[in-house]
């Protein structure tokens, strides 16, 4: 997909949720121009501002990247056939693959990632909680003040409120499957308050 069509999906979500770009730039942390060049193609943003921006529209990620039809319940993505995004690319040469993007309204949004040496770090802040789980290859992840060695098996569950960063480590690239958890506060609110008056019927 290419930045039109992402900046026109996300202009059409904002109209539709009825805010204009200084509110959509407030709620997610960033400027108003910075909102505007990204609804107009003009700019190719990271993952995680994408992530903020339908944080702030309240959307599933996955809405942002394709065109509006009839939703399946299920998303099938053959081995090599997931859509590339390389949303981060002109700023850290990262490869996103997009695993499930064809079905709309869910939780979490897994991606194949591919970081290859030279490529700089990267450093992102965002909502939600973030899952990763180590294909091939090693690197170091840091999340606030602590350094992570992730190597082939490994995984790694976490905030991504709190700063976090990738740095490749060796010469041979880095893949690894990344999910992005959408609207978890949300959501954990109303397990703990279902869970609450579960408990207060059977007592």
Same mark, same amino acid.
């Given at each position: 997909?290419?930045?039109?069509?992402?900046?026109?999906?996300?202009?059409?979500?904002?109209?539709?949720?009825?805010? *204009?770009?200084? +509110?959509?730039?407030?709620?997610?942390? %960033? !400027?108003?121009?910075?909102?505007?060049? /990204?609804? #107009?193609?003009?700019?190719?943003?990271?993952?995680?501002?994408?992530?903020?921006?339908?944080?702030?529209?309240?959307?599933?990620?996955?809405?942002?990247? *394709?065109?509006? +039809?009839?939703?399946?319940?299920?998303? %099938? !993505?053959?081995?090599?056939?997931?859509? /590339?995004? #390389?949303?981060?690319?002109?700023?850290?040469?990262?490869?996103?693959?997009?695993?499930?993007?064809?079905?709309?309204?869910?939780?979490?949004?897994?991606?194949?990632?591919?970081?290859?040496?030279?490529?700089?770090?990267?450093?992102?802040?965002?909502?939600?909680?973030?899952?990763?789980?180590?294909?091939?290859?090693?690197?170091?992840?840091?999340?606030?003040?602590?350094?992570?060695?992730?190597?082939?098996?490994?995984?790694?569950?976490?905030?991504?409120?709190?700063?976090?960063?990738?740095?490749?480590?060796?010469?041979?690239?880095?893949?690894?499957?990344?999910?992005?958890?959408?609207?978890?506060?949300?959501?954990?609110?109303?397990?703990?308050?279902?869970?609450?008056?579960?408990?207060?019927?059977?007592?």
């Amino acid at each position: 997909m290419n930045e039109q069509t992402l900046g026109a999906n996300i202009r059409q979500r904002r109209e539709e949720a009825g805010i *204009t770009v200084t +509110e959509l730039a407030r709620r997610a942390g %960033l !400027t108003k121009s910075a909102v505007s060049k /990204i609804e #107009t193609g003009k700019a190719s943003p990271p993952i995680s501002t994408i992530l903020r921006i339908a944080q702030a529209l309240n959307v599933p990620l996955a809405e942002l990247f *394709t065109e509006p +039809e009839p939703s399946l319940p299920f998303a %099938l !993505t053959r081995a090599g056939e997931g859509h /590339i995004i #390389t949303r981060d690319g002109s700023r850290f040469g990262y490869s996103y693959e997009g695993l499930a993007l064809d079905m709309k309204r869910k939780a979490a949004e897994p991606f194949l990632l591919t970081i290859r040496p030279g490529d700089p770090q990267g450093a992102f802040k965002h909502g939600g909680e973030e899952f990763v789980y180590m294909l091939s290859g090693q690197m170091e992840f840091c999340v606030g003040k602590q350094k992570l060695r992730l190597g082939r098996g490994d995984a790694l569950y976490f905030n991504p409120s709190h700063p976090h960063s990738t740095r490749i480590i060796g010469k041979k690239p880095a893949r690894f499957l990344c999910l992005f958890v959408q609207g978890t506060g949300e959501f954990r609110a109303r397990r703990e308050g279902a869970h609450s008056r579960k408990k207060r019927r059977t007592s």
